[in-house]
């Protein structure tokens, strides 16, 4: 039977309509796509027609060591030279290691790169209260980005950059299993469904194995 904490949360991610993806991981994978804030879209206006499988394997890398030893490795990454001079520190991600929610955003911002937490300032104020509205608070997810360095002026990750955090975040999903992943923003979208245009996706349930 479905958690009703879960089925909280996508109805109300629905009814708002949060540019995110939602991922409900119950006997497969359902991929849930927002785009504009307040559009209004409930879940019975999803049909059938704009189901897809996916046959992507998620966890092609599942690592059996806990998170916190995942975050050791990665504190003094060296993959990514030009992110090794933009970043001030590694933001590898807050809350729950256990979390049943994983929130998957782009790239640490200026704040985000200071503070090492993602999600903070005026986008984190944004988010507490969202959660808060469902009863959730930060404690009962966890958030990390799809590259864990900040690029020089807040631009866009290259792919060798995303490429090269691959194996970070398929491990950190592999250890969490999430029932609920949130992507926020085109990059994180790609990263999980291998599909660009956020848009384009809107309103649309992918299943996969």
Same mark, same amino acid.
């Given at each position: 039977?479905?958690?009703?904490? !879960?089925?909280? !949360?996508?109805?109300?991610?629905?009814?708002? %309509?949060?540019? /995110?993806?939602?991922?409900?991981?119950? +006997?497969?994978?359902?991929?849930?796509? /927002?785009?504009?804030?307040?559009?209004?879209?409930?879940?019975?206006?999803?049909?059938?027609?704009?189901?897809? =499988? !996916?046959?992507?394997? /998620?966890?092609? *890398?599942?690592?059996? =060591?806990?998170? @916190?030893? *995942?975050?050791?490795?990665?504190?003094?990454?060296? #993959?990514?030279?030009a992110l090794c001079q933009? +970043?001030?520190?590694?933001?590898?991600?807050?809350?729950?290691?256990?979390?049943?929610? *994983? /929130?998957? %955003?782009?790239?640490?911002?200026?704040?985000?790169?200071?503070?090492?937490?993602?999600?903070?300032? =005026?986008?984190?104020?944004?988010?507490?209260? !969202?959660?808060?509205?469902?009863?959730?608070?930060?404690? @009962?997810?966890?958030?990390?980005?799809?590259? *864990?360095? #900040?690029?020089?002026?807040?631009?866009?990750?290259?792919? @060798?950059?995303?490429?090269?955090? #691959?194996?970070?975040?398929?491990?950190?999903?592999?250890i969490m299993k999430p029932?609920?992943?949130?992507?926020?923003?085109?990059?994180?979208?790609?990263?999980?469904?291998? +599909?660009?245009?956020?848009?384009?996706?809107?309103?649309?349930?992918?299943?996969?194995?």
């Amino acid at each position: 039977m479905a958690n009703p904490i !879960l089925v909280t !949360l996508i109805r109300f991610l629905y009814s708002i %309509g949060v540019g /995110f993806l939602v991922t409900w991981i119950t +006997r497969s994978i359902s991929f849930i796509n /927002f785009f504009t804030l307040f559009c209004g879209i409930s879940g019975s206006s999803i049909g059938k027609e704009n189901r897809y =499988m !996916l046959y992507k394997p /998620f966890f092609h *890398l599942v690592l059996k =060591m806990p998170l @916190d030893a *995942l975050r050791k490795e990665y504190q003094s990454c060296q #993959r990514c030279p030009a992110l090794c001079q933009s +970043r001030t520190q590694v933001v590898f991600g807050t809350g729950h290691p256990q979390a049943k929610v *994983l /929130f998957i %955003g782009e790239a640490p911002g200026t704040q985000e790169d200071k503070q090492g937490m993602p999600f903070c300032g =005026m986008s984190g104020k944004v988010l507490s209260e !969202l959660l808060q509205s469902i009863s959730l608070s930060r404690d @009962d997810i966890f958030i990390t980005n799809t590259i *864990l360095c #900040r690029p020089e002026n807040n631009r866009n990750p290259v792919k @060798d950059e995303v490429e090269n955090c #691959r194996e970070r975040l398929d491990t950190v999903i592999g250890i969490m299993k999430p029932k609920v992943i949130v992507t926020i923003g085109n990059f994180a979208t790609e990263r999980i469904i291998g +599909r660009t245009g956020v848009q384009s996706l809107h309103g649309r349930i992918f299943f996969a194995n």
